[in-house]
T-cell receptor, first 118, second 111 residues
Framework: GAGVSQSPRYKVAKRGQDVALRCDPISGHVSLFWYQQALGQGPEFLTY????????KSGLPSDRFFAERPEGSVSTLKIQRTQQEDSAVYLC????????????????FGPGTRLTVL | AQSVAQPEDQVNVAEGNPLTVKCTYS??????LFWYVQYPNRGLQFLLK??????LVKGSYGFEAEFNKSQTSFHLKKPSALVSDSALYFC?????????FGAGTTVTVRA
C-alpha cells in the first residue's frame, strides 16, 4: 500500500525566504509527527498531531516554525524567514494511534524533504 | 528525559559473518525500543521494536534484537550479514509518543 509521501523532495531557499513542506500520511493514520534530521545526526522531534489537533510543539526550534493539519490528514510545515541553520532533512511520520501515555506504536516515515538554505 | 547512545559510528563486517549494532538507552518508566534503517536519500524504514514480553525480538530481513533491562541495552543482530545490509542504522527509545534517536551507526558489509 501507499506509504507516507512528502513534497518537495528537495528545496533550495535563499536566506530570508519562506518555505512550505508537505506531508501526506498513510490513509487512516491518526497521528502525525515531524522530525528534523541535521547532517550526520539522528532525527529530532519537532511536533505531533492527533487528527487536526497539535498536541505537542515543544520541539519547534523557534517561532519561525509553524505546522498545521487542518483536516486531520495532510500536514504542512512552514518555516518563515529561513536561516542557514534551518538546513536539514525534514521527516514526516505517521502512526495508526499514539496517544499521550500509550507508547509503542510504530511510526512510519516518509522519504523526507532536504532543505538547503543559501 | 530519554536518550539513546550508539557507541560505534561505523561497523564493518564481511558478508556471511554475524552483525551486531550496539544501542544503550536511558528513559524513565517502561522503555519502548525501536530499530530503523536508512538507505541513501530515503526515509527511515522500520525494522523491529520491543514493547513487552520476550526479550528477543525478531524483525524484518532476518534482523533481531535483544532487550537487556539490567544493562539498558537493545543491540541489533543478524546472524549472517549481506552486502545489501549496508546502510545507516538508528536505535530509538520512547516512553510516550516521541521517539528519541541515537546518532546512527553506519554498517558496511564487504563482499
Amino acid at each position: 500500500g501507499a506509504g507516507v509521501s512528502q513534497s518537495p523532495r528537495y528545496k533550495v531557499a535563499k536566506r530570508g525566504q519562506d518555505v512550505a513542506l508537505r506531508c501526506d500520511p498513510i490513509s487512516g493514520h491518526v497521528s502525525l509527527f515531524w522530525y528534523q534530521q541535521a547532517l550526520g545526526q539522528g532525527p529530532e522531534f519537532l511536533t505531533y498531531f492527533q487528527n487536526e489537533a497539535q498536541l505537542d510543539k515543544s520541539g519547534l526550534p523557534s517561532d519561525r516554525f509553524f505546522a498545521e493539519r487542518p483536516e486531520g490528514s495532510v500536514s504542512t510545515l512552514k518555516i518563515q524567514r529561513t536561516q542557514q541553520e534551518d538546513s536539514a532533512v525534514y521527516l514526516c511520520a505517521s502512526s495508526l494511534i499514539a496517544e499521550k501515555g500509550l507508547a509503542g506504536d510504530t511510526q512510519y516515515f516518509g522519504p523526507g524533504t532536504r532543505l538547503t538554505v543559501l | 528525559a530519554q536518550s539513546v547512545a550508539q557507541p560505534e559510528d561505523q561497523v564493518n563486517v564481511a558478508e556471511g559473518n554475524p552483525l551486531t549494532v550496539k544501542c544503550t538507552y536511558s528513559v524513565s518508566g517502561n522503555p519502548y525500543l525501536f530499530w530503523y534503517v536508512q538507505y541513501p536519500n530515503r526515509g527511515l524504514q522500520f525494522l523491529l521494536k520491543y514493547i513487552t514480553g520476550d526479550n528477543l525480538v525478531k524483525g524484518s530481513y532476518g534482523f533481531e534484537a535483544e532487550f537487556n533491562k539490567s544493562q539498558t541495552s537493545f543491540h541489533l543482530k543478524k546472524p549472517s550479514a549481506l552486502v545489501s545490509d549496508s546502510a545507516l542504522y538508528f536505535c530509538a527509545v520512547s516512553n510516550d509518543y516521541k521517539l528519541s534517536f541515537g546518532a546512527g551507526t553506519t554498517v558496511t558489509v564487504r563482499a
